[in-house]
C-alpha cells in the first residue's frame, strides 16, 4: 500500500474526485437525454445492458461483451438508478474516504473501492434471488463504512476504551437498512451493503494490523 499522506480535513482526495467524477458523469448524461427535449430514455437501459450486475449472466445469459461477466463485479458500482441514489453515496463515500486515504494512500483507495464493490456484488450473487440487475456505489461505500469500524475498534481495543460506541454504530447501520428499506418499498440491495462492510471489515483487518510499537492516530 502506498505511504499515508495529510490532507486538508476540508479537501477530498484527487482519487475520491476522480471516482465521484466517473460516477456522477453518466448519471448526468442519462439525465440530459431523458430531457423531453432529448428523449433519448434508452441511453440509461444500454449502460444498464452493459455495466449493471446481471446475476443471470452467470447462469444462462449471453454477455453482450467479452469479459463482462468478471468485469461487472465493479462496473456496476458506477452506475446509478437515479440522482438522489447517486448523491447519497457520493456523499457518503466523500465523508468516509479522508482516513481510507490517509492510511491506505490514493491507490489503496482505489483498491479498497474495487474490492469491496466486488464483496457486495458477491453478497447480491449469493442473497438475492431478484431477477433484474443492481447498481450503485453503496456496496463500496458500507464497505469504507466497514473499514472506518474496523479502524475504530483497533483504536479501542489498543486503548483499552470502551468499545460501546463501535456496536451502536454497527446497530444504527442497521436500523438505518431497516429504514431505507421501507422508505423505498423493498427496492434495496440490502445484500450488497452488507457483503460490501464484510469486505471492508476483513480487507482493513488484513491490510491495517494493529501495530506492535505505538499507535499513530489518523483523526
Known amino acids: 500500500m502506498s505511504q499515508p499522506s495529510p490532507l486538508s480535513p476540508d479537501q477530498p482526495a484527487p482519487v475520491v474526485l476522480t471516482i465521484v467524477a466517473i460516477c456522477t458523469v453518466p448519471e448526468l448524461l442519462f439525465l440530459l437525454a431523458e430531457t423531453p427535449f432529448l428523449g433519448q430514455g434508452g441511453l440509461r437501459r444500454t449502460a444498464m445492458v452493459y455495466g449493471a450486475f446481471w446475476p443471470r449472466l452467470l447462469i444462462d445469459w449471453v454477455p453482450v461483451w467479452p469479459g463482462q461477466p468478471a468485469a461487472m463485479f465493479v462496473t456496476y458500482a458506477f452506475l446509478h438508478g437515479g440522482i438522489m441514489h447517486l448523491l447519497f453515496n457520493m456523499l457518503v463515500l466523500v465523508h468516509l474516504s479522508r482516513e481510507a486515504v490517509q492510511r491506505l494512500g490514493q491507490r489503496g483507495f482505489v483498491l479498497a473501492y474495487a474490492v469491496t464493490a466486488a464483496g457486495g456484488a458477491v453478497a447480491f450473487l449469493a442473497l438475492s ?91
Request: charged share 15%; hydrophobic share 55%; glycine share 14%.
Open 129 to 219: 434471488d431478484a431477477p433484474g440487475p443492481m447498481v450503485g456505489a453503496s456496496g463500496a461505500v458500507f464497505g469504507f463504512f466497514g473499514m472506518t469500524q474496523f479502524w475504530d475498534w483497533q483504536r479501542r481495543r489498543a486503548r483499552g476504551a470502551s468499545l460501546r460506541p463501535f456496536w451502536n454504530l454497527m446497530l444504527g447501520l442497521v436500523l438505518m437498512n431497516v429504514a431505507l428499506f421501507f422508505l423505498v418499498g423493498g427496492f434495496l440491495a440490502w445484500q450488497a451493503h452488507l457483503g460490501g462492510y464484510v469486505a471492508g471489515f476483513l480487507l482493513a483487518r488484513f491490510v491495517t494490523p494493529t501495530p506492535r510499537h505505538g499507535w499513530r492516530d489518523f483523526r
